[in-house]
């Protein structure tokens, strides 16, 4: 067993050989820090994301064949790759040689916004191209079902995605039978004339055509080394971890008896994230490579034995192959096994995750093993003492020690039999998301009747989700042996299932009467199921379902995306090298795809550059008695731990109206609160010893983490905030109806893909310090740091090339570690480097508030509301931060589109223990926006009629005035209104919703509509001010710096458009290099949907100032070139260098008297969304949303799409299914994109049409243009009431017709819950009070 301890693969064709290699490496940091490879992104570290998808080939000598599969770097350990062929995005093209269709076309068909995710997306992408150069649709949404994007929406990494697909003219769409050629509801929107419809903002016959004969070739000698060599056991031993990968069976038993304790790693799926998150460790690892008897595929008399060591991905193929070739009797168990394969975690984990793994894990939420311990699966074990078959059961599932693998005893392959006659199996699973989601509750059923005769003779069912492992109703099945398949039997059955499955209130996961309702719920659609097959095989005995009932059966996918946008065309006369208007690339967007583009983390390491780690507070609210260093500080290489003593005198920094502490070293308010920092030689260790610090703790009362019991508590920051319009009072006393009503609405994580990110690095003289940051606000880290350092600001130099995403996260948290970070930095004279995992970022960055908002409108009978009074609290957290700024902007936009006569506001920023809530996208809007609509839902529902109708009947008609009495001009709110209505067939849709829903009874669609009215500024005309510094250098070409960030919305991009525009060159002469105070300084935050508008009114200002110093220069010589202007003017002494400046929006706001004019102006828009709901499984599938917006003049209409879908997906998503989960104690269980879910491709609406009004004039902005980072989010209620609109559909034919409360976000938890029936009736119910559930909504 002693083998050469030599590691070799190639990455990117280059062959690596590791002598001394450490098995707990893996092979994300070894790329990213040891080749300098770092295009290859981090973004979680758990397999959850897809930043970090390479491409892994092998070549199989006995086959012949290679095998090429995507696979999540960070899960992989690099010891597992002997042998194997490691192609990252830099191997796949680049700038310098070749860039390849994939890179060239995510990156023009707009598919980049940030670029952090890019890498991964053309991984994947890649990968299935090289195994199918001509994907199907469902192919292409499936390889992308791994990746998560936070910043585009995906429909243009889709459409890029669609140029290789036979057949990317259609949309390949099902719905209503019908598809985008044909005519009929579904068909293209009807655009006005003048407007130029675009189905694309590409152009198809520009790219280069994909050669699968240019690809890199697998290395020929790793393919000589796999035919030749002999192979043998490898053992890699390292510090802490030895490695043993055995090559043959033999072998592999040798170390299973030497190590029974040693997991056999194969995918590391499992084990990985147990080492990474939950702290395991194993002294020994084996894994065994490409051992022959572990991938054995045999059909055999009873059924089919799959290896082991096959992956979920190959074991999908093989099924598919299976069920193709066999009749449907024989394949019951490998349908549903097969059909679960297709929504198990994203395709880079099912291909690297194996059978064996999957089965011997036996995760509580396993997929698999509920299937196959119904299908009655047996394993085939292998030991020194030889074979023996065990049965894959409950007592194997719930480990028990009779039925359980022995040590030294293997997995060897897994016997899966054919069903029979007479005998039915089925999948069901529900989760947070339709796809790359845990299951909340999964289930495999089967029956089976004999030679017919309906009478049940076996019967299986397994639920995983509702117990520490699978469970089965084992009792309840034994019971309903014997009876007939009918009404009585369900009755019975369900009865009995519940009393066997029993969940207590407190289960862990939470949603406990959700899943209660789902155990039922699955096994009536199995009852449905197989009462319809029957009815099919013999309709004579078997009378089957009512037609309306067969709804129940069918799952929802949303899967061949299809979308269109409309711009507007640029003026004719208008000059073809002017580039304002056209539908440019980002310009980084090739970097981005080619994992060029430079990040904060991927800087080079520096000469002793050390890393700095984070204790943060285990606690809510408690005393700290004391904290233990020693054992951290006496770990090696471990430089210092930085606390609230070094920082004395400087350890708090005041933003905005109060300071915060940087650490906390006596008493903490949150869970997650910075208490310490340790700096070490090395990220892995200052993490280990990060974990080392030992912290007593006293807890303090109160702790307050909800709204309702800080209300109780009065715990509040400063009074409340009030607008109030006309007399509300008396306006009561007038209408004819007045209704009381409530929502509340839960935050949301920013989600960046790149998560918080810094490096200090001391400059060795005058105290000179420079900060790389991803931040969006580079004065306030300049700031911060300075005043930590006690020095003055003009020695702290902050520099952003590039954010990867931020949404309003990168600006207060970000301050106070770069300020840690610098401290550590400067007291040890070396560079420090600050990159949070994920799990620390979700912990300690806050987000999004939650909202309670408490409304009481007057109405009268026809819809118009004449009196509204609304209460906000949103929950601030334990620092202020930006939360009374959040609620005074949630006030001013409170009436969204709509003229309420008489009104009063009120709102309250809640001092909680938890994580300071801090700015997200929309600031305050989103949440403000969803409790007015929800209130006219309200309205409309009292007043028998529809919410769209109330909507228009209330909504700002022409010149009109706000509550704080601004003028507004809503005409083209009116515009986008009628446009949405009719480019979305709103009437014919309608229709056709009522007509399905009175068709069937567990499925319901929905469809809703809401305008947006956005106001657009920064309430102070300080804050609205920008700076810019533009050079021409003497070849003529130019250098533009200006104060705003690049985090994905192309700001970078339109900055060049400007300086191209104005000083006539094309764009290709003008640079930008990034953000720093060097060049530009006090520059205002990057956010509020201003950035370009602001810092381009200063970038046009420089350069008419420099235009205008060079025209006597340019008239002198009309002809010339800008090499000569530039020359010339050197030569007369005229300066080539200028700052532009912007003073900022005249704007104010006087909350006494309630008026001001806090905004410049107006961001119009409508959103029409469709879905279908399933009322038993509480799933939703998003069918349609057409958005029509009033941008003014589109200055890229490319980014502006851009930034509306991606908005418009981040709303849907926070009101949809992003859920986060506090517990009794106030820790945040969700902290990776495990447990919390952002929208993947799966959720993007099956059609998606954008379009912009005409354009219309805006004298005071940037070329009439119209901020737009922020609006679009708020549209995603559209699907939030769409979702309402379904569930009260079902809940009037269930004669459910009382108010209906719907809280955000409306997850298929509340959905199930709200349509209620007869397995909703039957589920125990706890007492509230009779036990602590695991979560509490804040
Ligand atoms: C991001 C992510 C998403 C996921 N989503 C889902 C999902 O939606 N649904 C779902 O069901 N699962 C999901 N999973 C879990 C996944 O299915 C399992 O982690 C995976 O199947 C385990 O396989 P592996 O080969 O990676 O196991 P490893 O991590 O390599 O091993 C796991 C365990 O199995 C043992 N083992 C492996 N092979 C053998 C053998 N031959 N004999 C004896 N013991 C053996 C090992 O000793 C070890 O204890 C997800 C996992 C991740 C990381
Ligand atoms: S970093 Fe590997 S999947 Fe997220
Ligand atoms: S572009 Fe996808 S995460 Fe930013």
């Known amino acids: 067993m002693d083998g050469a301890a030599e590691l070799v693969f190639c990455v990117n064709g280059r062959k690596v050989i590791e002598k001394n290699v450490d098995p707990e490496t893996m092979l994300l940091p070894y790329l990213r820090k040891k080749l300098q490879l770092t295009g290859t992104k981090y973004g979680c570290g758990g397999g959850g994301c897809g930043a970090c998808t390479v491409m892994i080939s ?84 499936d390889a992308l079902g791994g990746n998560l994007c936070r910043c585009t929406g995906y429909r243009p990494i889709i459409d890029a995605c669609k140029t290789f697909c036979k057949t990317s003219g259609c949309c390949q769409s099902k719905e209503n039978g019908v598809c985008c050629l044909d005519q009929g509801i579904n068909e293209l929107p009807e655009f006005e004339e003048g407007n130029k419809t675009s189905p694309k903002l590409f152009s198809e016959e520009e790219f280069l055509p994909l050669d699968p004969t240019q690809e890199l070739i697998f290395p020929p000698e790793l393919m000589i080394m796999a035919e030749k060599q002999p192979q043998r056991t490898r053992v890699f031993v390292g510090d802490r971890m030895t490695w043993i990968s055995p090559v043959t069976l033999k072998e592999l038993l040798e170390a299973k008896v030497k190590y029974p304790q040693a997991p056999i790693v194969m995918g590391n799926t499992s084990v990985g994230p147990e080492v990474k998150f939950k702290g395991a460790f194993h002294p020994v690892i084996i894994s065994p490579d490409c051992i022959e008897e572990l991938s054995v595929v045999n059909h055999a008399d009873d059924g089919l034995t799959l290896g082991a060591g096959l992956s979920l991905a190959q074991v999908k193929e093989i099924l598919a192959e299976v069920i193709q070739k066999l009749p449907e009797e024989k394949t019951q168990t490998y349908h549903a096994v097969w059909k679960h394969l297709g929504t198990l975690a994203g395709c880079q984990i099912r291909n690297m995750a194996s059978l064996g793994g999957h089965i011997v894990s036996r995760h509580l939420d396993s997929d698999l093993n509920p299937l196959l311990a119904v299908g009655n699966c047996t394993l ?54 339709q796809q790359n989601a845990l299951a909340i509750v999964n289930s495999g059923m089967r029956v089976f009747f004999g030679e017919g005769g309906g009478i049940i003779r076996e019967l299986s069912i397994a639920y995983g989700g509702v117990g520490p492992t699978t469970i089965c109703a084992k009792n309840s099945c034994q019971q309903l042996i014997g009876r007939p398949w009918n009404e009585e039997m369900l009755d019975a059955a369900c009865r009995l299932i519940l009393d066997e499955v029993s969940l207590p209130g407190w289960a862990p996961g939470g949603k406990v009467e959700f899943k209660r309702t789902l155990v039922i719920s699955f096994f009536f ?20 379902l009512a037609d309306k009932y067969e709804s129940a059966l069918e799952d929802l996918h949303s899967r061949n995306h299809w979308g269109t946008s409309k711009y507007q065309d640029v003026d004719p006369k208008q000059l073809p090298q002017d580039p304002i208007g056209r539908p440019i690339m980002h310009l980084s967007g090739i970097k981005h795809t080619t994992g060029e583009a430079i990040y904060c983390d991927d800087m080079p390491v520096l000469d002793g550059e050390l890393f700095l780690a984070f204790v943060t507070s285990s606690r809510a609210h408690a005393e700290i008695v004391s904290i ?22 400087v350890n708090s920094f005041c933003l905005l109206i109060e300071p915060e502490k940087l650490l906390e070293t006596q008493e903490v308010f949150c869970v997650g609160q910075l208490v310490c920092a340790v700096v070490a030689d090395s990220e892995v260790q200052a993490k280990r010893a990060a974990k080392r610090v030992k912290i007593v703790y006293q807890d303090l009362e109160p702790v307050i983490l909800t709204i309702e019991e800080a209300i109780r508590h009065h715990s509040f920051f400063q009074g409340e905030r009030k607008l109030e319009y006309g007399n509300v009072d008396e306006a009561f006393k007038v209408v004819d109806q007045v209704l009381e009503g409530e929502i509340h609405m839960g935050g949301q994580e920013h989600f960046y893909m790149e998560t918080q990110s810094m490096l200090a690095v001391p400059k060795g003289e005058d105290q000179e310090m420079d900060v790389y940051v991803s931040s969006q606000f580079p004065k306030y880290i300049q700031d911060i740091v300075a005043a930590t350092l006690k020095v003055p600001a003009n020695k702290i130099m902050c520099h952003v090339k590039r954010v990867g995403g931020a949404f309003g996260g990168k600006v207060t948290k970000t301050g106070i570690m770069a300020a840690i970070t610098a401290f550590a930095a400067n007291k040890h004279g070396r560079p420090v480097r600050c990159i949070l995992e994920r799990g620390e970022d979700m912990l300690i960055t806050g987000g999004r508030h939650p909202y309670l908002g408490k409304y009481k409108a007057g109405f009268m009978n026809d819809g118009r509301i004449l009196a509204l009074d609304v209460e906000h609290y949103c929950n601030g957290g334990a620092t202020l931060d930006e939360s009374l700024f959040v609620i005074e902007i949630g006030l001013l936009k409170v ?33 403000s926006g969803l409790i007015t609509e929800n209130c006219i839902t309200e309205v409309a529902a009292k007043c028998g009629l529809s919410p769209e109708k109330v909507r228009m009947m209330n909504m700002y008609k022409e010149i009109d005035q706000t509550p704080y009495k601004q003028e507004i001009d809503a005409t083209n709110l009116t515009q986008c209104w009628k446009e949405c209505m009719a480019t979305s067939s709103y009437s014919l849709r309608k229709v056709a919703v009522e007509k399905f829903n009175s068709e069937n009874y567990w499925k319901k669609k929905g469809l809703a509509m809401v305008p947006l009215k956005f106001p657009v500024g920064v309430l102070s005309t300080a804050a609205a001010q920008a700076a810019a510094l533009v050079h021409i250098y003497l070849d003529g070409s130019v250098l533009v710096t200006h104060g705003g960030i690049e985090m994905g919305q192309g700001v970078h991009t339109k900055m060049i458009q400007v300086a191209s525009r104005e000083l006539r060159m094309p764009m290709s002469n003008v640079h930008l290099r990034g953000t720093s105070t060097e060049t530009v300084p006090n520059a205002n935050v990057s956010g509020g949907s201003v950035v370009a508008d602001l810092n381009g009114l200063a970038v046009k200002d420089a350069c008419q100032t420099l235009l205008k110093r060079l025209e006597p220069i340019i008239s002198k ?103 986060l989960k506090y517990s009794p104690q106030g820790v945040l269980y969700t902290r990776g994109p495990d447990q919390y879910k952002i929208p993947a491709v799966s959720d993007v609406p099956t059609e998606l049409h954008v379009s912009f009004l005409p354009p219309s004039q805006n004298s005071n902005t940037l070329y009439s243009s119209k901020g737009l980072g922020e609006p679009g989010v708020f549209l995603g209620c559209s699907v939030f009431f769409a979702i309402h609109d379904a569930v009260r559909a079902a809940r009037q034919e269930r004669g459910l017709l009382g108010p209906l409360k719907l809280d955000s976000p409306l997850t298929p938890e509340k959905i199930r819950m709200a349509c209620e029936d007869k397995f909703t009736k039957m589920i125990p119910r706890d007492e509230p009070g009779s036990y602590v559930p695991w979560n509490i909504p804040v």
Not at 525 to 544: A, E, H, W
Not at 901 to 921: D, E, I, Q, V
Request: contains cysteine.
């Open 58 to 141: 092998r070549y199989n000598p006995i086959t012949k064949r290679i095998r090429h599969y995507p696979a999540n770097a960070c899960l992989l350990p690099i010891c597992s790759l002997h042998g194997a062929a490691v192609t990252t995005v830099e191997g796949v093209g680049s700038t310098k040689a070749r860039i390849h269709p994939v890179q060239e076309r995510i990156a023009k068909c707009h598919g980049t916004q940030c670029g952090f995710c890019t890498p991964g997306m053309v991984m994947s992408i890649y990968t299935l191209l090289r195994n199918h150069p001509e994907p199907t649709l469902d192919q292409l949404t």
């Open 380 to 433: 085939n074990l292998l030991s020194k003492e030889g074979e023996r078959q065990i049965p894959l059961n409950e007592q194997f599932l719930t480990k028990c020690p009779s039925a359980d693998l022995k040590p030294g005893e293997i997995l060897v392959s897994v016997n899966i039999p054919y069903s029979r006659k007479w005998e039915f199996v089925s999948a069901f699973r529900q989760a947070q998301r």
């Open 525 to 544: 659609k199995f009852y449905l199921k197989v009462s319809q097959i029957l009815k099919t095989m013999d309709p004579v005995r078997y009378p089957g």
């Open 628 to 649: 233990d260093l020693s054992e951290a500080l006496s770990l090696p290489g471990v430089v210092d731990i930085v606390t609230e003593e070094d920082l004395r005198g």
């Open 895 to 927: 009436d969204n589109a709509y003229k309420f006569p008489n009104l009063r506001f009120r709102g309250w920023a809640c001092r909680t223990n938890l994580p300071s809530n801090t700015a997200l996208r929309g600031f305050g809007f989103p949440q």
């Open 1117 to 1219: 010589n009309p002809k010339g070139t800008w090499k000569d202007w530039a020359q010339a003017a050197f030569d007369e002494s005229i300066s080539l260098s200028a700052t532009g400046y912007f003073r900022g929006y005249e704007s104010h706001m006087n909350w006494e008297t309630g008026e001001g004019h806090p905004f410049e102006y107006f961001v119009f828009g409508a959103a029409c969304s469709e879905v279908e709901i399933d009322c038993l499984t509480g799933a939703h599938k998003n069918i349609r949303t057409d958005i029509v917006m009033d941008i003014g003049h589109s200055i890229n209409p490319a980014l502006d799409v851009g930034q509306i879908e991606g908005a418009f997906i981040q709303g849907m998503g926070l009101y949809t299914i992003e859920e």
